[in-house]
């Protein structure tokens, strides 16, 4: 609980979960948001959204740190040990919601950006040696923060 007295909470309404149903990724995409939502709450919790980075790249950077937060947990064997494939597909889907607003504060990345972000967060969590293993939280972040600039190049302004 934060010092107002309200409990730690992720909220989803109805709509996203009848909008992801009505594209087809009922199944899926509901974990997917929940988990990228999730990634925020570990941003958070660790002190993630600290960075040198500011106005729309330190947003783009904790935004695609949540979708890569998000598709580990979904890929990994001791997360939602999904497919890769219906993972990518979700990110794709999700994707679309990036933008291309290189000023804007709210910047999330461009849809290729957050797709890349979730493929190499995926392909972490299957090169899990052993495939039980789990990242602590700032080694996928130094990890991350290592790869960023290689997320983010080819559609950087």
Same mark, same amino acid.
Request: charged fraction near 20%; proline fraction near 4%; charge should be negative.
């Given at each position: 609980? @934060?010092?107002?007295?309200?409990? @730690?909470?992720?909220?989803?309404? @109805?709509?996203? $979960? ?31 959204? =600290?960075?040198p980075l500011t106005g729309a ?19 990994h064997k001791k997360g939602q ?14 994707? =679309? ?6 000023? =804007? @504060? ?5 849809? =290729? ?17 052993p495939a039980s293993s789990i $990242? ?22």
């Open positions: 609980a @934060d010092r107002l007295g309200i409990s @730690d909470r992720i909220i989803m309404g @109805d709509g996203v $979960l009848e909008g992801m149903d009505a594209i087809g990724l009922g199944r899926t995409a509901p974990r997917s948001i929940l988990a990228h939502e999730f990634g925020h709450h570990v941003q958070y919790e660790k002190g993630l959204f =600290n960075s790249e330190a947003t783009r950077r904790t935004e695609l740190m949540a979708d890569g937060f998000g598709a580990y947990f979904m890929t040990a999904l497919n890769k494939h219906l993972v990518l597909q979700d990110a794709a889907a999700f994707s =679309n919601v990036g933008d291309c607003a290189f000023d =804007n @504060d709210g910047h999330h990345g461009t849809p =290729n950006q957050r797709l890349r972000a979730a493929q190499w967060a995926g392909d972490l969590a299957l090169a899990s040696k $990242l602590p939280a700032m080694s996928f972040d130094a990890l991350f923060e290592a790869k960023l600039p290689q997320l983010v190049a080819p559609d950087a302004k």
